[in-house]
T-cell receptor, first 112, second 113 residues
Framework: SQQGEEDPQALSIQEGENATMNCSYK?????LQWYRQNSGRGLVHLIL?????REKHSGRLRVTLDTSKKSSSLLITASRAADTASYFC????????????FGTGTRLQVTL | AAGVIQSPRHLIKEKRETATLKCYPI?????VYWYQQGPGQDPQFLIS???????DKGSIPDRFSAQQFSDYHSELNMSSLELGDSALYFC????????????FGQGTRLTVV
């Protein structure tokens, strides 16, 4: 079953711009993870944010988590053509903590 | 750093045949997850194991079975294959369940013809 909805479903920006992707989920969670996937390739782990954290940074990535709104955002600053990929959020809910449930993903296109 | 290894990377099978997908987790990881991803879809959870015991089960057909072995590698066995089983199959591993990051392998692309 699908836990999260991602917004927007597709995003097209120019190199150097910032990209913001949002994820909403339905249940109480322990943590939320963001992944990147190039077409037909594997899922690359980007960042994990725990339910008691509000913001986390990793390089050009900034993730926020609002558990009261059951939502998270991923900001990629100074985007590059190589950032072109699909981005997924995945949550593990407090009920099971034994599986990740993925959102529908945002397809990001970064053009030169 | 060592990653999750899946084999084979590509597999072509005929309808009604059997397939076995293998997953070797990152060293010291004790938890394995299997996912199925159809074209243009998000990954769907199949099954997970923690310390060689099944920990959760998703939308896994009865034709599929899986196990985690004493060395923590896992195998997904798929029988009576159907055209609709064609998909990318991912394995992920983590240490002590989802209290830590889950890392994915490159996937096995299964094509059923």
């Amino acid at each position: 079953s699908q836990q999260g909805e991602e917004d927007p479903q597709a995003l097209s920006i120019q190199e150097g711009e910032n990209a913001t992707m949002n994820c909403s989920y339905k249940t109480s969670i322990n943590n939320l993870q963001w992944y990147r996937q190039n077409s037909g390739r594997g899922l690359v782990h980007l960042i994990l944010i725990r339910s008691n954290e509000r913001e986390k940074h990793s390089g050009r990535l900034r993730v926020t988590l609002d558990t009261s709104k059951k939502s998270s955002s991923l900001l990629i600053t100074a985007s590059r053509a190589a950032d072109t990929a699909s981005y997924f959020c995945a949550t593990d809910d407090t009920g099971t903590a034994s599986k990740l449930t993925f959102g529908t993903g945002t397809r990001l296109q970064v053009t030169l | 750093a060592a990653g999750v290894i899946q084999s084979p990377r590509h597999l072509i099978k005929e309808k009604r045949e059997t397939a076995t997908l293998k997953c070797y987790p990152i060293p010291r990881h004790d938890t394995v997850y299997w996912y199925q991803q159809g074209p243009g879809q998000d990954p769907q959870f199949l099954i997970s194991f923690y310390e060689k015991m099944q920990s959760d089960k998703g939308s896994i057909p009865d034709r599929f079975s899986a196990q985690q072995f004493s060395d923590y590698h896992s195998e997904l066995n798929m029988s009576s294959l159907e055209l609709g089983d064609s998909a990318l199959y991912f394995c992920a591993s983590s240490f002590r369940g989802l209290s830590t990051e889950a890392f994915f392998g490159q996937g096995t692309r299964l094509t059923v013809v």
